[in-house]
């Protein structure tokens, strides 16, 4: 890799970020030799990344947290990468028509989209989300209920997520046809496309995209590259993925030729 001392300290830990992922684990001599910079330079990016939970520094370097079975509850996961949620947020409600079903999944991004969702006027919302569905019961309360969407909420048992899964959650699902469902997704890599590290909320997530005239996956920057136990959906099954303006340019390259469209939420002219 070329000298890459110029870059900011957001950018540098994205690409030691996208390092570990991808190889499971990083020395600081090696990052110190790609980025061009200070050992201490490094040791001090890897604190910050290990506060916030996205590694978990070793003797000389760093390992990969994001396991195949590790899932963070939905309150520790709601206050990571706030900005960018917000970003991406903001893009995916400018596309929900008034008047139309809309499903939304589970997960604190697409809670960021439902919580701009409220006034738009005569929605249908179907979720398998709890923290989803309190946004709608809130706004309908505080509203009388007289401009409150219409909300049908799946049913099942919930995860550390709070989604609602399991048989009864699917047999709801898959009796409906919506016209967007706004999906979050643990992770999402080239080879195994969305991933989930909980077969019954990947089963359930299934079922969510074949109800779907359109999907619409909101996932900031750092689920590239983690890969949960049970896959949900192809990255070539996605109409519109939006992201945050720190995600890899190599991520931006796969996404752009393999999804239907790719917003990068945050740049200049998004």
């Avoid at 309360?141 to 099942?156: D, I, K, N, Q």
């Amino acid at each position: 890799m070329a000298d890459q001392g110029g870059l900011l300290a957001q950018q540098r830990r994205a690409l030691i970020l996208e390092s570990v992922r991808r190889d499971g684990a990083v020395r600081v001599t090696q990052l110190v030799g790609q980025l061009g910079v200070s050992d201490m330079t490094i040791r001090r990016d890897l604190d910050a990344l290990s506060s916030g939970g996205f590694l978990e520094k070793v003797h000389g370097g760093a390992v990969s947290v994001s396991t195949s079975l590790y899932e963070p509850g939905f309150e520790a996961k709601s206050t990571r990468e706030a900005t960018a949620k917000a970003a991406i947020a903001d893009a995916a409600a400018a596309r929900v028509e008034p008047g139309s079903v809309v499903a939304i999944g589970a997960g604190t991004t697409a809670h960021a989209v439902a919580t701009r969702l409220v006034d738009v006027p005569s929605l249908t919302v179907v979720t398998n989300s709890l923290p989803v569905a309190e946004v709608f019961q809130a706004a309908a309360r505080e509203g009388g209920g007289t401009t409150a969407a219409t909300l049908l909420l799946t049913g099942g048992s919930p995860t550390p997520s709070a989604a609602l899964v399991g048989p009864l959650a699917d047999l709801v699902i898959g009796s409906l046809h919506v016209d967007l469902l706004i999906l979050g997704t643990h992770g999402a890599s080239e080879a195994a496309g969305l991933t989930s590290p909980n077969l019954a909320e990947a089963r359930t997530n299934r079922a969510l995209v074949a109800a779907a005239r359109r999907v619409v996956v909101v996932a900031d920057h750092t689920k590239w590259g983690v890969v949960g136990l049970s896959g949900f959906c192809p990255l070539a099954d996605i109409n519109w993925f939006i992201t945050d303006d720190r995600l890899p340019a190599q991520a931006s390259a796969v996404l752009a030729e393999t999804v239907g469209e790719l917003t990068i939420a945050g740049a200049q002219g998004n």
